[in-house]
């Protein structure tokens, strides 16, 4: 069985995810070959990372703009088509040929809408599993042509039954997260500790009061990682005797095991690496659309608050509910619930009866359509 899992890297959780998607399922079969394959890269070549980079910019200096595009298509009826289809079409079909996959797996909405088309016009019955990578409704990632949806929680799931997905394709998994995140250990320590990451994205103050302050948190360590911001570091680093400093690091998961909180930005892969490894998430205010929505997210479910703006309000926030036990033993219990009400095993389990020929909920309708070819010409 060839399974294909489709990405981009608008932001690394939509990447992220299709890997922890692939790791899982090579993890579970044998006889199951798996590609992970960014659409960019392949159908412009070097030309992606151009494109990737002016998201960046539009996303860090144009949020406005990109926050108003993406409002405008939130409640638009009917399935989204894809940019530049025609290209993207022909290529398509070559990665079709190429690849021969038995099941598609994405977790892109670009990607969905293409393959959703595809699957249309060429009359294939390919299995198409879209994974959302936020928590998020959005009708970018809504086609009429998903056999599944795997999704953050029962209230997105809600959300689709009520723009007209079938009850029996969506399937609750959470975001996907490397497995080291689903361990729940606590390591050793005395003390509270904290964990702040984004630094590597620019996102912590840059005031040295909000540093000092952290520093002055009675009974607190705090870990910063800074990514590969190495101003920062250089800035942090054996400055604060009461504050770690971590430059880049694919250990994460070890810092969550020996914290009591997480500071982050609202994305959808970091929320669900903190609900996995049952931490109560504190966030910096959003900017981005889907961000604003993931912090919307945390404050309902009562995992964790939005911290305020301003340096010394933030600080004396966070000072607040590091010495409130009562506090943050209610955060864990509500991150706990939100954890056993989703299924990380969705993708296994999915992947499992297609490979066996058991799976039927969520077929789409039969349709009578030109072949590939005939479509890329439409």
Known sequence: MNVLVLTGRFGMGHFSAAKTLAEEICAQFDDVNV????????????????LYSAYALLADKGAPIYNLYYKLGENQRGAVRPPFY??????????MDAAQPDLIVST?????????????????????????????????????HTNVYLVACDSIRQSLIEKGVSPER????????????????????????????????????????FYQGLNDL?????????????????????????????????????????????????????????VFSELPILVF??????????????????????????????VAEIGRIMSDERQLRTLRQNVRRLKQSVDPQAIVKTVSQYRTGTYRP???AAVSYPAAAQWVAQ
């Not at 990607?111 to 009708?139: A, F």
């Open 35 to 50: 590609t992970v394959q960014d659409i960019f890269d392949y159908t412009i070549g070097t030309a992606a990372d151009k």
């Open 108 to 144: 892109l909405p670009f990607c969905s809408q293409l393959v959703s088309r595809y699957k249309e016009r060429g009359h294939s019955d390919i299995p198409l599993i879209t994974c959302i990578t936020d928590v998020s409704s959005h009708r970018e990632w809504i086609n009429p």
């Open 285 to 314: 205010a959003p900017f981005l659309q889907q961000e604003v929505k993931n912090a919307g997210f945390i404050q309902k479910q009562q995992i964790g608050l939005v911290l305020p703006k301003k340096p010394q309000r933030c």
């Open 362 to 364: 969520g077929q789409p």
């Open 86 to 95: 025609h290209y993207f079409a022909a290529k398509l079909v070559q990665l």
């Open 218 to 274: 009675k009974g607190v360590t705090t870990t910063i990682i800074t990514g590969n911001n190495h101003e920062l570091y250089q800035k942090l680093h054996g400055k604060y005797p009461h504050i770690e400093v971590v430059g880049y690091t694919d250990q994460v998961y070890r810092y969550m095991q020996q914290a009591d909180v997480v500071i982050s930005k609202p994305g959808g892969i970091t929320l669900f690496e903190t």
């Open 170 to 209: 969506i399937l609750i998994s959470g975001i996907p997260v490397k497995e080291q995140f689903h361990s729940a250990l606590r390591a050793p320590r005395t003390g509270k500790r904290l964990l702040i990451m984004g630094g590597g994205l620019g996102l912590l103050p840059k005031s040295r009061s």
